[in-house]
Nanobody, 115 residues
Framework: QVQLVESGGGLVQAGGSLRLSCAAS????????MGWYRQAPGKQRELVAT???????NYADPMKGRFTISRDSAKNTVYLQMNSLKPEDTAVYYC?????????WGQGTQVTVSS
């Protein structure tokens, strides 16, 4: 069974930084796309950033210039570097891995940005 385990969330002041990690239980190249999504209280889950198998990246507009998605294939881990955090970035952040057949999600990690 494939597992995606997020870590790195926490409480940070506005303007601060956090780096989230998503460790996969198998090679990240078995996924066509890996990405980060977030869900704030009372809101729908939304795209944050994705990275394709070939390395191309995609960001939601509010995250462009502040967030960076990257990967370390040796560690089977995808990262999300978040800079210049804002209170509106407060949410549970989820890792997602999409293969040809299935869609996998992690359990999420809470990020809270105080003003």
């Amino acid at each position: 069974q494939v597992q995606l385990v997020e870590s790195g969330g926490g409480l940070v002041q506005a303007g601060g930084s956090l780096r989230l990690s998503c460790a996969a239980s198998r090679t990240i190249f078995s996924f066509n796309v890996m990405g980060w999504y977030r869900q704030a209280p009372g809101k729908q889950r939304e795209l944050v950033a994705t990275i394709a198998k070939g390395g191309s990246t995609n960001y939601a507009d509010p995250m462009k210039g502040r967030f960076t998605i990257s990967r370390d294939s040796a560690k089977n881990t995808v990262y999300l570097q978040m800079n210049s955090l804002k209170p509106e970035d407060t949410a549970v952040y989820y890792c997602r891995g999409t293969s040809s057949l299935y869609d996998y999600w992690g359990q999420g990690t809470q990020v809270t940005v105080s003003s």
